[in-house]
């Protein structure tokens, strides 16, 4: 038995209700999310020259880290997610003024932010308790 979708337009994935396409529409979220998380790697480059890191680090948390917590529960650790966990590492470097090639595992620990795998698990606590 074939399910029809709610809306015909092929525009808007995430409104249909057939089974298969629940990664479809995780593809879809974390896409928009992209979007804005690459616009938020923009603007904290580009007052960076003129900011403190810790003042970045706030603009971090008052951008960035509420669009990856914004829906992190419903991802259960997709493949799309690796996408958002290096503009995650490449703006962590824009903030430490690192290279490219520089290992994020110290910068998230000096920063004290957690990395989006552990803030996966972190949510999941929080959901749990």
Known sequence: MKMEPIVSSETSPIRTQTPGNYPK???FHIDQMMSKLNTACFVIRTIQAIM???TLRMVYFAYKHSIISHGI????????????????KRMIRIITTSRS????????KNL????LYSQYIYTQYQYML
Do not use: M, T
């Open 73 to 88: 529960i419903f991802w259960r650790n997709q493949p799309y997610s690796d996408k958002i966990f290096k503009i995650k």
């Open 25 to 27: 529409r995780n593809k």
């Open 101 to 108: 090639r520089d290992s994020c595992r110290e910068l998230f």
């Open 52 to 54: 403190s890191s810790e």
């Open 112 to 115: 004290e932010i957690l990395p």
